[in-house]
């Protein structure tokens, strides 16, 4: 049974840090594409940044880039997404994905075939 399970999110201060945490179980991180998605209130969900964990090809929306590094820890299993110098724009709920193919428009959720459940994260003073 795949899973994917988001932890790390929370409340922090503008220009704050925050580290996203996406577990994976029941695939392995070899042959496919991790991504995280945000979607904030009354908007769409947002692709933010993605990776293939094949090639560690990294990819990120314009707004968070030189501001967020995506990893992946193929032994664990887990993929990272560091998040530093936060805007409350960034405000969101974030979802990481799980896309079992080699070739995929990563900005489009409908790529992905695996969700996790979401964490919170709130930029706010």
């Known amino acids: 049974q795949v899973q994917l399970v988001e932890s790390g999110g929370g409340l922090v201060q503008p220009e704050g840090s925050l580290r996203l945490s996406c577990a994976a179980s029941?695939?392995?991180?070899?042959?496919?594409?991790i991504g995280w998605f945000r979607q904030a209130p009354g908007k769409g969900r947002e692709g933010v940044s993605c990776?293939?964990?094949?090639?560690?090809?990294?990819y990120y929306t314009d707004s968070v880039k030189g501001r967020f590094t995506i990893s992946r820890d193929n032994a664990k299993n887990t993929v990272t997404l560091e998040m530093n110098s936060l805007k409350p724009e960034d405000t969101a709920v974030y979802y990481c994905?799980?896309?079992?193919?080699?070739?995929?428009?990563?900005?489009?959720?409908?790529?992905?075939?695996?969700w996790g459940q979401g964490t919170q994260v709130t930029v706010s003073s």
């Open positions: 990776i293939s964990t094949l090639y560690g090809k990294t």
């Open positions: 029941g695939f392995t991180l070899d042959y496919n594409h």
């Open positions: 994905a799980a896309a079992m193919d080699r070739s995929i428009e990563w900005r489009s959720p409908y790529e992905f075939q695996y």
